[in-house]
Each structure stands twice: as C-alpha cells, then as structure tokens.
C-alpha cells in the first residue's frame, strides 16, 4: 500500500526510511501514519542530515553540493510529480521536518540518533 492507503490499525512503529523529503504529500503521509499509530506508538523518521540554513550546509557538510545535486535531480523532481508537490528535498533540515511533523500532528519529536550522513528523528501524537 502506498504511504496515504496503509490499514489503521494501531501500529506500535511506523517507519520512514529516507523517504518523507521525496513525498509530494509528506504532511499527509505523517499524518495518515499517526492516524495508524496505537496509542503509545512511534514514528521513526530517518532522513539526510542537513542544516536548516542553505549556507550551514555549504560550509558544513562536504557532500552538500552532491546532495542538493541529487536533490534537485530525484528528490524535488519526485515530489513536484506528486499530488500536492511540497518539494523538501533531500536538505530539507530538522527545523522543516520538525514543521511537518507538528503539521501532521505530532507533539513530541527529538533527534533519536545521527552519523555524518542521516538522522532519526522519533516522533508521537
């Protein structure tokens, strides 16, 4: 099933592996995921690390001229090819995915875990 049409049935874990920033709808996506979630459950989103400043990103991430290259290239693309068309791509930085996940309703989120290339970000109603 897609990520708007999975069963609700309370989820203990619904997981987002370096995906969301692709989605055309990711605020519906986090969403639908929270609407499938059990009471206590959690998502876990995983996505690139990147700062929330185009700027930051140059000059603190080596490969950040490759991944906004490939973002604009996959990323952006997929997602404008979607309904909605939100477009984060992929440095899309914890402040903006922070915005979605409040935006789909989540109350809780922290930086679960990282390593020079992803982040995870654990997220509850």
Not at 9 to 33: N, R
Not at 68 to 74: C, Q
Not at 97 to 124: I, Q, S, T
Request: hydrophobic fraction near 45%; charge should be negative.
């Amino acid at each position: 099933a897609g990520c708007h049409g999975f069963p609700n049935e309370g989820y203990d874990l619904v997981c987002f592996f370096d995906t969301l920033h692709d989605l055309g709808d990711p605020v519906g996506a986090a969403a639908h995921a929270r609407h499938a979630l059990a009471e206590t459950g959690t998502v876990m989103l995983v996505e690139p690390v990147a700062c929330d400043e185009l700027g930051a990103n140059l000059a603190d991430n080596p490969l950040a001229a490759m991944q906004y290259a490939a973002s604009t290239g996959l990323c952006v693309a997929n997602s404008l090819s979607q309904p909605v068309g939100l477009a984060l791509g992929a440095q899309a930085g914890e402040a903006r995915l922070r915005d979605v996940l409040a935006e789909a309703g989540y109350r809780h989120v922290r930086r679960a875990a990282e390593n020079p290339f992803n982040m995870v970000l654990e997220a509850r109603p």
